[in-house]
C-alpha cells in the first residue's frame, strides 16, 4: 500500500527542538490520514499528532502548542516539528500512514522503522 520511513531524530537538551520527517512511497495527496506516534520504555504507542488529507490535524494534549505537524505535498513527506522538548517527550518515534482510510481513527498497519529522540542534559 504504502512505505514510510522517518529520520531527523537524536539527542537534544530539555527546551531544545528538532524537526522529524516521514518520507513517503506514494504522493501525500493519495494518503487519507498520516500520523505521529511515539513509545516510550515500558509504555504502550501513544498518538502524537495526526494529519488528514483534507487538511484537519490533531494533537495530544501534552504536546498541543508545542509540536506541529504538516504535510510536504512535493516532496512526499510529513514533519512533525517539536519544539520546547522535554525529558517526558524522551520515546522513539513512529510514522503511520492510512491510504485510503480503512483504519480511521484507528492508525493503519503500515508503519515507519521509527526514530529515536532522547531529550537529556
Known amino acids: 500500500q504504502v512505505q514510510v520511513v522517518e529520520s531527523g531524530g537524536g539527542l537534544v537538551q530539555p527546551g531544545g527542538s528538532l524537526r522529524l520527517s516521514c518520507a513517503a512511497s506514494?504522493?501525500?495527496?493519495?494518503?487519507?490520514?498520516m500520523g505521529w506516534y511515539r513509545q516510550a520504555p515500558g509504555n504502550q504507542r501513544e498518538m502524537v499528532a495526526r494529519?488528514?488529507?483534507?487538511?484537519?490535524?490533531n494533537y495530544a494534549d501534552s504536546v498541543k502548542g508545542r509540536f506541529t505537524i504538516s504535510r510536504d505535498n512535493a516532496r512526499n513527506t510529513l514533519h512533525l516539528q517539536m519544539n520546547s522538548l522535554q525529558p517526558e517527550d524522551t520515546a522513539d518515534y513512529y510514522c503511520n500512514a492510512d491510504r485510503f482510510g480503512d483504519a480511521w481513527p484507528e492508525p493503519s498497519d503500515y508503519w515507519g522503522p521509527g526514530t529515536r529522540v532522547t531529550v537529556s542534559s
Open positions: 494529519s488528514l488529507s483534507g487538511g484537519g490535524t
Open positions: 506514494v504522493s501525500l495527496f493519495n494518503i487519507y490520514a
